[in-house]
């Protein structure tokens, strides 16, 4: 079992408010890969699809998934960048990453996040898909954003 760290009420509303997250795996000799996804959060775990999006392999044979495998250690970064840097700010949650399968307990609730989240899923069909589930385990924030989101602004 992995040790869950929990984010603040400060970090889960950035994390709520942003669309797009990069998320860094590696390889079993350590080369990293990162990529832009979009996820859901339900107060405890992010959930990322494997969608219908063009790709030029199977999703079970994507590099990320790949990595997971290898080394289910991985990196979420969220951040908001915007020439006023005083509404700079990021989230990064180091996680233990695993596929779920169609069967699996959480799947159906992953896929009920993410639609909700993003219109785009919903015509989709993920049922088939595997959904990388990430446990944060570490947690480092930075930034004025955050801040500021707590204050309502």
């Given at each position: ?78 951040d908001q960048y915007e020439d006023d840097w005083s509404h ?9 990453a695993e596929l779920i399968d ?52």
């Amino acid at each position: 079992m992995h040790h869950q760290a929990p984010l603040t009420e400060t970090e889960m509303t950035f994390v709520r408010h942003q669309r797009v997250a990069r998320l860094a795996t590696s390889d079993a000799q350590g080369t990293p890969h990162a990529i832009p996804v979009c996820y859901a959060f339900d107060g405890q775990r992010f959930y990322t699809p494997l969608d219908e999006k063009p790709k030029s392999v199977s999703p079970t044979r994507l590099q990320r998934v790949r990595n997971i495998q290898a080394r289910p250690e991985v990196a979420l970064l969220i951040d908001q960048y915007e020439d006023d840097w005083s509404h700079l700010g990021y989230v990064q949650v180091h996680c233990h990453a695993e596929l779920i399968d169609p069967g699996h307990e959480a799947h159906a609730h992953a896929l009920k996040l993410l639609r909700v989240r993003y219109v785009q899923y919903r015509a989709m069909l993920l049922e088939q898909q595997p959904v990388i589930m990430l446990t944060p385990t570490r947690i480092s924030a930075w930034g004025p954003a955050l801040n500021n989101q707590s204050k309502g602004e």
